[in-house]
């Protein structure tokens, strides 16, 4: 199975005015992503944000829960957050995993609209399993990544559709389905005892 790298884009980023804007870093996700990812065998989770003062404020939880007293109290989240990188843009994170891995990663991202390159989840599943060569999945906050960037990566995610029309999941509870997805047990092929 090749490298899986995610990150968490907060600029360039729609709101719901279709206005492109940065979103605020939050500290649920945070910790909540950071936890599945770790679960999920993700070698690390960028946090991509431009603005230095965000970053910062990251930077202080993250110290908090590797190095104070919170990695110390909770040893689980000291390692959830051992896999966590501040990078300030998608390029940047993409150097990083070339620099790791020795070649450019496949670049996928998630979105609840579809486009001319979306995948299926078990098409990406097979990509996954079956390439040689690095991953990096990507995941907007507030109403998605811009959509002229979006057009650059190489897969879209086919989105998390309910048995219902309402379609607007918080972004770490659709990290915590797709990766699932993507590289969770294979349940369906399990025998039943």
């Known amino acids: 199975m090749l490298p899986v790298y995610i990150g ?11 206005e492109v804007i940065t979103t605020a870093i939050t ?7 950071a936890r599945t990812a770790r679960t999920y065998d993700i ?16 930077q202080e939880v993250l110290t908090y829960w590797q190095d104070g007293f919170g990695g110390t109290y909770n040893p689980d989240r000291r390692e ?44 990406l599943r097979q990509v996954i399993e ?9 995941f907007g906050t507030g109403w998605g990544i811009q959509k002229e960037v979006m057009e650059k990566f190489d897969y879209i995610l086919e989105p998390i559709y309910g048995p219902g029309d309402y379609n607007h999941l918080p972004v770490r509870a659709a ?5 699932d997805r993507l590289l969770g047990e294979k349940w369906w092929s399990l025998k039943q005892e």
Do not use: M, W
Not at 8 to 18: A, F, G, R, S
Not at 97 to 103: A, H
Not at 130 to 138: A, H, I, R
């Open 130 to 138: 079956t390439e040689n060569k690095p991953c990096l999945l990507l």
């Open 175 to 179: 990290v915590a389905i797709i990766l």
């Open 80 to 123: 959830a957050f051992s896999i966590i990188e501040l990078t300030n843009t998608i390029d940047s994170a993409v150097e990083k995993i070339t620099e790791i891995e020795g070649q450019v990663p496949f670049i996928i991202t998630t979105d609840a609209r579809r486009y001319s390159n979306t995948v299926s989840y078990q098409q």
């Open 8 to 18: 968490l884009v907060h600029h360039p980023i729609y709101n719901k005015n279709d």
């Open 43 to 58: 070698k690390r989770y960028f946090i991509i944000h431009p603005l230095e003062s965000q970053a910062a404020l990251a």
């Open 27 to 33: 500290n649920f996700d945070i910790h909540d992503i």
